[in-house]
C-alpha cells in the first residue's frame, strides 16, 4: 500500500491556490489548504471533501514570518510534508509613476517575502527527512511584462524566479527540490478583476497561441508533476504553462 503523501498549499483559497489543490486531491495526497480568507477557504475545503479528497485547513499569514515558520513547524510535524506549494500572492494594476510606497511594501511583504520565508520553513522541515520538493508560483511576467501597468507585480515575479534559483543551488545537496511553476493568464477571480471579459477574449486571440486562458487545474497539474517522482532530477527550474504566450 502507498504511503499518502502530504501537501501543503499557501493561498489556497481561490483561484490557482484552490485548482492546485484540487490537482493534488486527485492524486491521492493529503492536503492542507492555507489561506487567510476565512470564507471562501471553508467553502473550498468543503468542496473538496465532498468530493471524498483527504483535506484539512490552516489560517496561514505569510507576512508574518515568526507565526509562519511556527505553523509550517507544527503542520510537518503532525503531517511530515513531501511538498509545499508558495502560492499565496497579490496583485493591482496601477501606472508606475502613482505607485505608493504603502501599495510597494504590500505586495511585496505577500510575494516576494511571504515566499522567501515559506520556502525557508519548508526547507527546514524536509531537509531533517532528506527530501522534498517545494514550489513557488512566479508568472510569465517573470520573463516580460505585463499587459496592463503592473510594474510591482511583474518586478515581484521576476525576484520569485530568481530566489527559486538561487536557493535551488543552495540546498539541492540536502535532498530538497525548489522549483517553479509560471503561468501565463489565467482564469481566475483575480484576473477578472482587473480586466473584462471582452480584454481577456481579445488579449487571448491576440497573444496566446491556443487562443484561450489557461485554467487553475491545468496549473495544478504541472505543480503535482514538479512534485513527483517523475521529475526527481528537475531542479532550479521555472516551468512555463502559458498556452504558448512567451514563444
Same mark, same amino acid.
Given at each position: ?6 501537501? @501543503?498549499?499557501?493561498?489556497?483559497? $481561490? ?26 477557504? #471553508? ?24 507565526? @509562519?515558520?511556527? $505553523? ?16 499565496? =500572492? ?29 520556502? #525557508? ?38 525576484? *520569485?524566479?530568481? @530566489?527559486? =534559483? ?31 471579459? #471582452?480584454? @481577456? $477574449? ?21 505543480? *503535482? ?23
Amino acid at each position: 500500500m502507498n504511503e499518502v503523501k502530504n501537501v @501543503l498549499i499557501t493561498g489556497a483559497a $481561490q483561484g490557482i491556490g484552490a485548482g492546485i489543490a484540487w490537482a493534488f486531491g486527485r492524486k491521492g495526497y493529503h492536503v492542507i489548504a492555507a489561506d487567510l480568507e476565512d470564507s471562501p477557504l #471553508q467553502q473550498t475545503v468543503r468542496d473538496l471533501v465532498a468530493e471524498g479528497f483527504d483535506v484539512s485547513h490552516a489560517f496561514v499569514d505569510v507576512t508574518d514570518v515568526r507565526d @509562519l515558520s511556527r $505553523q509550517i513547524e507544527e503542520i510537518d510535524r503532525d503531517t511530515p510534508l513531501s511538498t509545499v506549494v508558495a502560492n499565496a =500572492g497579490v496583485a493591482f494594476e496601477k501606472s508606475f509613476a502613482l505607485v505608493t510606497e504603502t501599495e510597494f511594501d504590500w505586495l511585496y511583504s505577500v510575494n516576494v517575502k511571504g515566499t522567501y520565508f515559506t520556502i #525557508q520553513a519548508a526547507f527546514k522541515c524536509m531537509a531533517k527527512r532528506g527530501s522534498g520538493a517545494i514550489i513557488a508560483i512566479a508568472s510569465t511576467s517573470s520573463f516580460t511584462a505585463s499587459t496592463g501597468h503592473m510594474t510591482v507585480y511583474d518586478s515581484s515575479k521576476g525576484a *520569485v524566479r530568481s @530566489l527559486v =534559483g538561487a536557493v535551488a543551488k543552495e540546498v539541492a545537496p540536502a535532498g530538497v527540490r525548489v522549483n517553479a511553476i509560471a503561468p501565463g493568464t489565467v482564469a481566475t477571480k483575480l484576473t477578472k478583476q482587473l480586466s473584462t471579459d #471582452q480584454q @481577456l $477574449q481579445e488579449m487571448a486571440e491576440k497573444k496566446i497561441p491556443m487562443k484561450r486562458l489557461g485554467e487553475p487545474n491545468e496549473i495544478g497539474e504541472a505543480c *503535482v508533476f514538479l512534485s513527483s517522482d517523475a521529475a526527481s532530477y528537475v531542479c532550479g527550474h521555472t516551468l512555463v504553462v502559458d498556452g504558448g504566450w512567451l514563444t
